[in-house]
């Protein structure tokens, strides 16, 4: 297993690295569209998009501001937009290959989350048929810290009782996943799915261990 024969665990986040955000995304920059229509603006899905990608290959916060400050000119209509535009998270699906993938990871390896997500993981990991593979969950919304906080981290390798370089830190996002994971000396792999896949490696300290472009190319790596 080369440079992974001391990992014991896998974390892995989960939006765009085993839950498919790409629907809900689009659901949310559709309403945009349309609000933005209310206030005679001619904007299109793809102008959305186009904005999204320019942020996140800025490392820019939040795409969707992002983009309402670049392609709506009056703060009023800014202000008319926001609070009308809501993230249909029930949208959001597992990518078809994420429960296999975390069965047979599972067989060899132990499996924790850490993400940035919103109230009620442990009951949507186990809607998407997850939870009996993961051992940990550390979530922001549950522990009230935010990637890219390393104390998010530390909270989930202290939970796991895992030394950091037993463990390798599995998402779509160089801010969110690689640099705080790479800090404390976890291992890492990158998945280049979701809009994080704009996200450009400047250096060492944001470059990860290995670069994928899917889940199922994790069993020939870790396996």
Known sequence: MGMWSDVKWLFFDVGDTLVDEWIPVDHIMNQFVERAADRGYSITIQDVREKFIESYSKFI????????????????????????LKFRKELEVPYPEAKKILAQLGEHYQIGIIANQSPGTAERLHQYGFSSYVDVIACSAEQGLAKPDVRLYEYALQKAGCAPSEAIMIGDRIDNDIVPAKLLGMKTIRILQGYGRYQPSASASDTPDYTISSLDELIALLL
Do not use: H, T
Request: no cysteine; charged share 40%.
């Open 61 to 84: 916060d939040s795409p969707m501001q992002y983009a309402i400050s670049q392609l709506i000119e009056k703060e009023e209509d800014r202000a008319y937009i926001r609070p009308r």
